[in-house]
Structure formats: structure tokens, C-alpha cells
């Protein structure tokens, strides 16, 4: 990670910065009206559910691309390197220990997390477009899986889904990779 060199971002990095910012407005405002129990649960939901569920796995599709410009693979750790910075200091308040150890083994030299102030919606910014977007691919990848369950088809049987609707097929589509390395399937065009 080179957090001077070159960054590109796609839209899982738009996607996961929204999220975050959206995260720190809802645990900020438990913390100021002093529900401690809404507090620990939107900074759960956030990190497993968000982070961890979905980021990290999406991340994976990059790093582990060998056609991704290496400025592609820099802002994807960049956007790592943030995300997980701002758990860090959202979690500060209750687990200080844990907290500032997670933020001392974050790549390069910083201050003390304790120094380091709470983080804002502004340091994250929304873009609708990639939340419709990514929120578009989650809803196959959750379906796929569904299915999955139901018929008890095993991950490692690949398959192919067909999509009647063009712009949504397109839009999946531009997800391939992604769809590929979470669900195993290929997207494909249904042609009567």
C-alpha cells in the first residue's frame, strides 16, 4: 500500500465509503443521545455485516486480479486501509485497548488512536449511483445463494444465470468477476 502513490476507485470503494459514512452518522448519534446497546449494534452491523460480509470479499476480486492497474489495486488498499482506521476510532469509546491495538498495526506511523479525533460523514463521501449499483449485485449474489440452499447445489458446481432484462443483465454483468469469486456463476443474456 503506497497512500502517496497512485489511487483509482471503483464502485466497491464508492459503495463501502457511503456505507461508512452512513455508519458513523448512526453510531455518533447512539453515542450523543446515549444508547449504548444501538451504539454496539450499528457498529456491529457495520463491521460484519458491511465490512467484512461484503467489502473484504469484493476487495478480493481486485487484488487478486492480475488486470487490475496496480493504481486500481492502491485504492482498493487505500479504501481497506480507511474503512478499517475509521472501525478503529468508531470503536474507540468502548474497547480502547483493542481499539488502539487494531490502529497500531494499521500500515505506516501515526499517533496514538487515543489523540486521533471521532470520524465524520464528511470523510466518507455518498455516491448513490454505486449503492444502486452494488445493491443490484448483492440482491443476486444473496438470490444465487438462496438457491443454492434450496435445490442443495454445492458452490463448486458452477452455473450460468439468465437474465431476460437487458439493462440488468448488463449491469450484472459489469459485476462478473465479482458474481464469479461470491457465487460461482456466470451472467448471461436470456435469448428466446
Known amino acids: 500500500y503506497d497512500p502517496a502513490g497512485p489511487m483509482e476507485f471503483g464502485p466497491y470503494e464508492q459503495w463501502i ?3 461508512t459514512g452512513a455508519a458513523v452518522t448512526r453510531v455518533r448519534d447512539a453515542l450523543d443521545t446515549y444508547r449504548f446497546n444501538e451504539y454496539a449494534s450499528e457498529l456491529y452491523q457495520f463491521t460484519w455485516g458491511e465490512f467484512c ?3 473484504l470479499e469484493l476487495a478480493k476480486t481486485v487484488l487478486y486480479d ?36 487494531l490502529w497500531s498495526r494499521l500500515p505506516g506511523e501515526r ?26 449485485m448483492q440482491a443476486a ?5 438462496r438457491i443454492r440452499g434450496e435445490m442443495e447445489i454445492a458452490r463448486k458446481v458452477a ?7 437487458a439493462d440488468l443483465c448488463a449491469a450484472l454483468q ?8 461470491l457465487t460461482n456463476v ?4 436470456l435469448v428466446e
Open 174 to 181: 459489469h459485476h462478473g468477476a465479482a458474481l464469479e469469486h
Open 111 to 136: 499517533p496514538m488512536l487515543t489523540t486521533q479525533p471521532f470520524p465524520t460523514a464528511a470523510e466518507f463521501p455518498s455516491d448513490d449511483a454505486a449503492l444502486v449499483q452494488v445493491a443490484a
Open 66 to 101: 492480475d488486470d487490475a492497474s496496480p493504481a486500481r489495486k492502491n485504492g482498493t488498499k487505500h479504501t481497506l486501509y480507511t474503512t478499517l482506521g475509521a472501525v478503529a476510532r468508531m470503536l474507540h469509546p468502548s474497547m480502547p485497548f483493542f481499539s488502539e491495538e
Open 53 to 55: 460480509d461484503w467489502y
Open 17 to 19: 465509503q457511503a456505507r
Open 159 to 165: 452455473l450460468t444465470v439468465l437474465v431476460g432484462d
Open 141 to 145: 449474489v444473496t438470490e444465487v445463494r
Open 186 to 189: 456466470t451472467i448471461e443474456p
